[in-house]
């Protein structure tokens, strides 16, 4: 942070310098401009010098070896600080604060300690409380500021800077509008990039919103709904530590979607996440086949969990009088004994976790019995010859005094350490560990499930609210497993637990956290959330119980083949109304000549949403060819062909119905060719939408059509069959 006098607003509105063939700038506006980049190159060079300074302490730091586990565990908080500031070098520095009271911050990527004793940072790390005037104070909430400057740098060079005063003067409802539209102009790359550079106040708000309990944001197609949950990870990590000590999960709707947005975590400096999909989430599963809409709504109900509680249930085994050998001898233990150790083990506990509590509880009580009967044994053989025993001890203490011995081997009863090392004992003999195996056997969800499903009788006894057509379609289907499969596998991996714990693997949290089906996760992402049935948002709630959880999506876009058409009606299983709503209500993506397109779009979905608001328009009115089915696929050829021509160095990406994607994929090769559920969360510079009543015509048809026409940034085509 630094001092300086109050600024003045003659920068204003600064820009890149003009490219040749532009009007003229007045010579004291380019003055004011080049001053202000200038003075911004000054300090980025000297943040950058930090930068590498910092990396380069740090990298030293890391080349000696660690010998004990206290240097392993502080070289990994070290190689985390290294890898942070190593991908900081692009975008270092963004933004600035200037404070009416003249003090001026610099907002960045990462935060970076000044190189004195003063205390001040000299950058503020954009997560930090500090930074957070630069993506919320207004005109009409300043937040103490007077100006707000946004900087846009390429590598270590400051090209432009975008000044917005706070005093009233500036008239746009956006933060930093320069440059964010100068963000939503840049080519698209397949990969999507970070944002914190442009965050407008509604997204922010959601970012550093508590996350106590579950948060559901609804947004429609180009309101950054991802980009906001990305940064929610980032700055949840930053601001709870234990948070991060258990990492955060992001699900996401597809490996596509997952790949799209790889970068962006680790471009924020964030190692402990997971990323995953759920039909990805079952280590060590994965599925094997398509299925029917109608299979997947069936088992997405919510009634499987219930289902699969009372069938697990009845696999405990019943109290019944147990018979025990141990050191050739039978004990029995009573019925009654059984069933209270029965009833304490499975209460609260998964079914392997209650077999090996009851059997801890096994092993004592044999214990006691063997310890009571031996006793028992020795109080009969000694009765009657008490004086000739004692005559006989007393007169071996008087010719041969030594040291009483005790135990089972001197006098038949078990000295104190015996009886305490006892159930031990019991517990590692292979004979004890066979009967309880065979009375209480280890279970197998693949196979447990596999035999639910595939017999109709016993699937018509667990689950009696199928209808009789609904349980032969379940029951009728193939072996390998489904997506809707997954949930139900997973519902059964936890109800019968692990039969033991696999040791940590991997240096950080986030390869523990992927190897354990059971870890508990600090918070969870779900992205595309109104895609999930609702025993997938069971699944979700099991690897975050605290309900530290934020879901983002668009219930317009529903496509999959649940039933729900609001969010309550979606997380209703699982939430109940203990859930939080957000919005997001300003469409930054797609363009305003788009998204005039979808709203008639909209009411054929049944929705009584409106639209978001576009706040930009890139001059380029969607446009629509007829063409005979033969022609389609040399019209889409050439489409893309003109399209990539215009859009060079961007992308182009091709929707079509389901039906037709094979097809065009063969005359398509080099280019994105994809279903409208497959192509949600994407986006490109121009999209070939073919076959728009095609699309229609499909399941939740409408919905998909909604979500085909908003995926690009500035231009969009449609080939429409003739009739």
Not at 91 to 102: A, E, Y
Not at 195 to 215: K, S
Not at 599 to 622: D, F, H, Q, T, W
Request: with cysteine; aromatic share 4%; charged share 25%.
């Amino acid at each position: 942070m630094r001092r300086k006098s109050a600024p003045s607003n003659s920068t204003a509105g600064l820009g890149e310098l003009p490219p040749d063939g532009d009007p003229p700038i007045p010579v004291a506006a380019g003055d004011a401009r080049r001053s202000a980049i200038a003075e911004e190159q000054e300090f980025l060079d000297l943040a950058t010098a930090r930068r590498d300074g910092l990396a380069a302490h740090l990298r030293a730091e890391l080349s000696s070896d660690a010998l004990d586990a206290v240097e392993r565990a502080r070289q990994r908080l070290l190689r985390q600080q290294y890898e942070e500031l190593r991908r900081a070098r692009d975008g270092l520095v963004f933004g600035r604060l200037d404070g009416l009271d003249g003090t001026v911050r610099h907002v960045g990527r990462v935060g970076l300690r000044n190189d004195g004793d003063d205390g001040e940072p000299l950058l503020v790390d954009w997560r930090a409380p500090a930074a957070r005037p630069f993506y919320t104070a207004t005109a009409v909430d300043p937040q103490g500021q007077a100006r707000r400057r946004h900087i846009r740098t390429t590598g270590s060079t400051v090209v432009g800077v975008d000044d917005e005063p706070l005093d009233g003067t500036a008239t746009t409802e956006l933060v930093g509008e320069g440059a964010l539209l100068a963000a939503l102009d840049q080519r698209r790359t397949g990969r999507m990039s970070t944002a914190i550079a442009t965050l407008q106040r509604e997204q922010d708000d959601i970012i550093r919103a508590e996350a106590t309990g579950p948060l559901i944001v609804q947004g429609g197609p180009g309101t950054g709904k991802t980009v906001v949950a990305l940064h929610r990870v980032a700055y949840l990590l930053f601001a709870h530590p234990k948070i991060a000590e258990q990492a955060v999960l992001v699900l996401g709707p597809s490996p596509r979607f997952l790949d799209y947005i790889a970068q962006v975590l680790p471009a924020l400096g964030e190692t402990a996440v997971v990323s995953a999909t759920c039909d990805t989430l079952l280590p060590g599963i994965r599925v094997g086949r398509d299925e029917s809409r109608l299979l997947a709504e069936i088992k997405g109900r919510a009634l499987w969990q219930s289902v699969l509680e009372n069938h697990v249930t009845s696999l405990l085994p019943r109290p019944r009088a147990l018979k025990l050998r141990w050191a050739g001898e039978f004990y029995v233990i009573p019925a009654a004994t059984v069933a209270q150790a029965l009833a304490s083990a499975v209460q609260g506990r998964p079914y392997h976790r209650a077999r090996t509590a009851f059997a801890e509880q096994l092993h004592h009580i044999l214990a006691d019995a063997v310890v009571a009967q031996r006793e028992a044994l020795m109080d009969e053989m000694e009765e009657g010859f008490e004086d000739i025993l004692a005559r006989v001890d007393r007169s071996m203490q008087q010719e041969h005094p030594v040291r009483r011995a005790t135990g089972s081997d001197v006098d038949g009863l078990f000295s104190e350490e015996e009886v305490e090392s006892l159930p031990h004992r019991i517990a590692e003999n292979a004979a004890i560990a066979r009967f309880i195996e065979a009375w209480w056997p280890s279970l197998n969800p693949e196979t447990l499930l596999r035999d639910l499903l595939t017999d109709r009788t016993l699937l018509a006894r667990s689950a009696p609210q199928l209808s009789a057509a609904e349980t032969a379609a379940v029951a009728g289907e193939p072996a390998p497993w489904a997506s809707s499969d997954i949930p139900l596998l997973d519902a059964l991996a936890d109800l019968l637990g692990e039969v033991g714990t696999p040791p940590p693997q991997g240096e950080f949290v986030a390869d523990h956290a992927r190897r354990q089906r059971d870890w508990v996760y600090g918070h969870v992402v779900v992205d595309e959330a109104q895609e999930l049935s609702e025993m997938q948002w069971q699944m979700v709630l099991r690897r975050c119980p605290g309900r530290s959880i934020t879901a983002v999506g668009d219930i317009d876009q529903a496509e999959a083949a649940h039933r729900h058409t609001s969010w309550a009606q979606a997380v209703q299983a699982v939430f109940r109304d203990r859930w939080t709503a957000a919005e997001l209500t300003i469409c930054y993506r797609t363009p305003r000549e788009v998204m005039d397109l979808t709203e008639p779009v909209l009411k054929m979905a049944g929705s009584r949403n409106a639209p978001p608001r576009a706040v930009r328009s890139a001059g380029i009115a969607p446009w629509v060819r007829t063409v005979t089915p033969d022609e389609l696929a040399g019209a889409a050829t050439e489409a893309v062909r003109e399209l990539r021509q215009r859009w060079r160095g961007g992308t182009v990406g091709v929707i079509a119905p389901a039906d037709r994607v094979a097809d065009l994929r063969a005359v398509l090769s080099d280019v994105s060719v994809l279903t409208a559920t497959q192509s949600k969360g994407l986006e490109w510079d121009a999209t070939v939408l073919v076959d728009p009543r095609g699309i229609a015509a499909e399941p939740r048809g409408w919905n998909g059509l909604y979500v085909a026409l908003t995926r690009c940034t500035q231009e969009l085509g449609q080939l429409v069959l003739a009739e």
